[in-house]
Nanobody
Framework: QLQASGGGLVQAGGSLRLSCSVS????????MGWFRQAPGKEREFVAG????????DYADSVKDRFTISRDNAKNTVYLQMNNLKPEDTAVYYC????????????????????WGQGTQVTVSS
């Protein structure tokens, strides 16, 4: 099970840090991803991080503003979001790729599973 938290209302240019705690699986073996879904839009990839934490991938729209990280000892993945923009407003979801030790980071919803309930991020202009 995945539990996302840390969302809220912030002004443009502000920062938030999202957290996603994972239970019920060997967290350190899995690629973790963050996705988001804005009203009326499809869910999109935001960032992903390999199981060892040494490789990450980002959507072009968030590169140089967002940073994904993980603490395998705490079974938690984070998304640090800086210089937020109104277009970042969305429900943010974390998800786990169920294949242990996958060597690549998927940027599509498939193969991720075990989606958390999402946390709302609202950026005002």
């Amino acid at each position: 099970q995945l539990q996302a938290s840390g969302g809220g209302l912030v002004q443009a240019g502000g920062s938030l840090r999202l957290s996603c705690s994972v239970s019920g699986r060997i967290f350190s073996s899995y690629v973790m991803g963050w996705f988001r879904q804005a009203p009326g839009k499809e869910r999109e990839f935001v960032a992903g991080i390999r199981w060892a934490g040494n490789t990450a991938d980002y959507a072009d729209s968030v590169k140089d503003r967002f940073t994904i990280s993980r603490d395998n000892a705490k079974n938690t993945v984070y998304l640090q979001m800086n210089n937020l923009k109104p277009e970042d407003t969305a429900v943010y979801y974390c998800a786990a790729d169920p294949t242990p030790f996958r060597g690549t980071i998927a940027t599509t919803e498939v193969p991720y599973e075990s989606w958390g309930q999402g946390t709302q991020v609202t950026v005002s202009s």
